[in-house]
Structure formats: structure tokens, C-alpha cells
């Protein structure tokens, strides 16, 4: 079936990605406990697969995605570890012990599967070869402040990093060169970058309460979303669907698809 609306409740989860198929919708999700080791858990809504990792990490995960065929799941950590799982039964694959010198906030794979960007405290962006994790690139100092999120482009060209000083930019993904940045994006940390499935557009969430979507070429806001000012909720990670776009404010755990700039993106 399409999914067009669903809603995962489970006050004891935590969702951290999402990807959809044609059969159904994935949610890897951890524990929402005081535990920040908690178990790693996929769960496959409408075919109520379940598949459980305890002590995935040795401390907290901060980011998980799906590679694009599905097969494999990345996980990065505070304890500074880069771990490459089957997404099946969550065996691991292989592992990157200190890939960074602090706590990993992003990890990404690359359109093709064959490559990992990561986005750390040191204020790194290091990009990795998929299978054993060998260093291919690294880009130190990359933002004055840490690297809340990394994300690639669709054709693989260009990489998106969002940072706790404010400021978007966008790097060549083979050499980490500098192609354009945005400054005082936001008004507090960005904690989620994605670009549209075109490649000609940005969208950002922060802790300033705001979802912004950018022209890549000449960084013109093209719209943005402002939660209510008197909540405290903040936009911890997006996913853009095509037209919709996928919003995860701390304080929800219902996951819904939401068409929050319907026709303008």
C-alpha cells in the first residue's frame, strides 16, 4: 500500500530516521529512556517487522540513516564511533573506532551507497568509503562551532553541512572544497539540512523554532515555518518527500508526513 498519512505511537520511542518503499514505511527509532545508550530498534510499520541492537554503541547515537538500497544502516555515536550495520537483523558490518576526536552528530550515505559523510563536535566533516570505512577525505575546522547535520546531494556532487554557529554551506564532495555558505541562517543551532530531491534547494531546521527552504545558487529564502513561539519545541531532523516534507519537533512522538509548503517547493 501507499503510505500517505501515518502516525507511530509509542510513548517509549524515540525516531531518529525514516525511510519509505514502496511497501511500506521503516522508522529507526531508540528508546526514549534516561539511558542515552539505549537500544537501537527498526521498526517496519504495516508488516510489524521488528529488529533489536542492544548496546549498539557505548554511549548515545546521535544519527542513523538507511544506505539507498536498503540493505545497510549507519550509526554515529558519542563514543566517537562510526558503526556500518545489515539492516536485516542489525549485524555488524564493519566499524570506525575514533573517526572523530568528539561526539559524531551526523552521518549520511552518499546517492550511490558507496560512500558515509560525517559531521561531528570537533567541528569536522569527514567523508568515508562505505564498505571498510577507510578515510577518502576530511575537512577540518569546517564551521566555528559543531556540525549539528551533513546530508549529500542527489547526484552525489555536493555535500550540505548545517552547524550550532548559525551557518549553512556547501562543500564538493570529492576534495571537501568549499562552494558557497549562508551565514546567520538561523538564529540559533541548525540541527537538520536536507536538499530537495532536485538538488536546486536547501531546507533547514533549527532550534530557533524555524524550517527554511533556500535557493542553492544564490541562497534567497524561498519560504520557512515557524512553530508557535510560546512552545518549546525545536526541529531536530527532516526528511523531504518530494512535496512533502517530514518534521520531528523534540516534544512529538506521533511521526507524521505533513505537507508544511505544499506548493511552494
Known amino acids: 500500500p501507499r503510505v500517505v498519512l501515518f502516525a507511530l ?8 530516521n525514516v525511510r519509505r518503499c514502496d511497501r511500506c514505511t521503516c522508522a529507526l527509532c531508540r528508546l526514549r529512556t534516561r539511558n ?17 541492537k542492544t548496546d549498539a554503541h557505548s554511549d548515545g547515537i546521535r544519527s542513523v540513516a538507511f ?3 536498503g540493505t545497510k544502516i549507519v550509526s554515529g555515536s558519542v563514543d566517537k564511533t562510526i558503526k556500518v550495520w545489515d539492516s536485516g537483523k542489525l549485524e555488524l558490518m564493519s566499524e570506525k573506532t575514533n573517526a572523530h576526536s568528539e561526539w559524531i552528530s ?3 550515505f552518499s546517492p550511490d551507497g558507496t560512500k558515509i ?3 561531528s563536535g570537533d567541528k569536522t566533516i569527514k567523508v568515508w568509503e562505505s564498505g571498510k570505512l577507510e578515510l577518502m ?7 566555528s562551532d559543531t556540525i549539528g547535520s551533513v546530508a549529500f546531494s542527489p547526484d552525489g556532487t555536493k555535500i550540505v553541512s548545517g552547524s550550532d554557529d548559525g551557518t549553512i554551506k556547501v562543500w564538493d564532495s570529492g576534495k571537501l572544497e568549499l562552494m558557497s555558505e549562508k551565514t546567520n541562517a538561523h538564529s540559533d543551532y541548525i540541527n537538520s539540512v536536507a536538499f530537495s530531491p532536485d538538488g536546486t534547494k536547501i531546507i533547514t531546521g533549527s532550534d530557533d523554532k524555524t524550517i527554511k527552504v533556500w535557493d542553492i545558487i544564490n541562497w534567497s529564502r524561498k519560504d ?12 531536530l531532523q527532516m526528511l523531504w518527500l518530494n512535496k512533502y516534507i517530514m518534521k520531528f ?3 512529538v512522538i506521533d511521526l507524521l508526513i505533513e505537507a508544511c509548503l505544499p506548493k511552494q517547493v
Open 117 to 119: 559523510v560525517s559531521g
Open 137 to 143: 577525505s576530511e575537512k577540518t575546522t569546517a564551521h
Open 36 to 52: 542515552r545508550s539505549s537500544p537501537l530498534r527498526m521498526v517496519a510499520m504495516l508488516i510489524n517487522f521488528v529488529a533489536e
Open 67 to 69: 544506505s539507498p538500497d
Open 249 to 251: 519537533p523534540d516534544d
Open 9 to 16: 505511537r509509542a510513548p517509549s520511542l524515540f525516531v531518529l
Open 224 to 235: 520557512h515555518l515557524m512553530f508557535n513561539v510560546t512552545t518549546q519545541r525545536f526541529v
Open 106 to 108: 551526523s552521518v549520511a
